[in-house]
């Protein structure tokens, strides 16, 4: 596997399950971030990670756990979602968590809350 | 707070036709500025970046971008449209040695190619 992959890419869950989605990045960067792409809106961050330390939490919902066990894998635990909460969810890792640094980005998982 | 507009969420050009989408920013600072595709079913990839160095920038697959502070702009443009052009366009924004700044991104621009 090369880059940054992305598991499931596809996802349904009622309002009530948990579920998490997987990300690994193959790159050796130290940074990582999760991000919520909304049909018509701008990209929104969710998460930044900085050597498994979390640096960033975007006002995001309690209802979203992020974890970082490592510098090479994130995941996104969902519980109790909302159907607003459907969307397009990409990982991405960069070499150090400075934003002008290049991010590199996984395919994402299409999240469906029913 | 930074921002960018990103005008027209739809852009369609003929194949062989000049490419040009549209970004303006709002900084209080000296920005950089980036351009990222997203090409259907997959994520973002860096197509440019300015990081006030040369105001022309150029970056892969023919596409190039032209920082002017007086227009607040940061246009995109490739001079020839290509088929494998057909994706969404990203432009962002972030302040440089600014603590712990954040890059912002535009709504996107999806650019379709007419054979």
């Known amino acids: 596997e090369t880059g940054v992959t992305q598991t499931p890419r596809h996802l349904v869950m009622g309002m009530t399950n948990k579920k998490s989605l997987k990300c690994e990045q193959h790159l050796g960067h130290n940074a990582m971030y999760w991000y919520k792409q909304s049909a018509k809106k701008p990209l929104e961050l969710m998460f930044v990670?900085?050597?498994?330390?979390?640096?960033e939490n975007n006002s995001v919902p309690s209802r979203f756990s992020p974890e970082c066990p490592n510098s090479s894998h994130l995941f996104l635990h969902l519980h109790t979602l909302q159907p607003e909460d459907s969307a397009l969810y990409l990982c991405?890792?960069?070499?150090?968590?400075?934003?002008?640094?290049?991010?590199?980005f996984g395919p994402g998982t299409r999240l469906t809350v029913l | 707070a930074q921002s960018v507009t990103q005008l027209g969420s739809h852009v369609s050009v003929s194949e062989g036709a000049l490419v040009l989408l549209r970004c303006n920013y709002s900084s209080s600072v000296p920005p950089y500025l980036f351009w990222y595709v997203q090409y259907p079913n997959q994520g973002l990839q860096l197509l440019l970046k300015?990081?006030?160095?040369?105001?022309l920038v150029k970056g892969i697959n023919g596409f190039e971008a032209e920082f002017k502070k007086s227009e607040t702009s940061f246009h995109l443009t490739k001079p020839s449209a290509h088929m494998s052009d057909a994706a969404e366009y990203f432009c962002?924004?972030?302040?440089?040695?600014?603590?712990?700044?954040?890059?912002?991104f535009g709504t996107g621009t999806r650019l379709t190619i007419i054979p």
């Open positions: 991405a890792s960069s070499q150090g968590s400075d934003p002008s640094n290049e991010q590199f």
């Open positions: 990670y900085n050597f498994k330390e979390q640096t």
């Open positions: 962002a924004v972030t302040r440089p040695h600014f603590g712990n700044e954040k890059l912002t």
């Open positions: 300015y990081t006030s160095a040369a105001t």
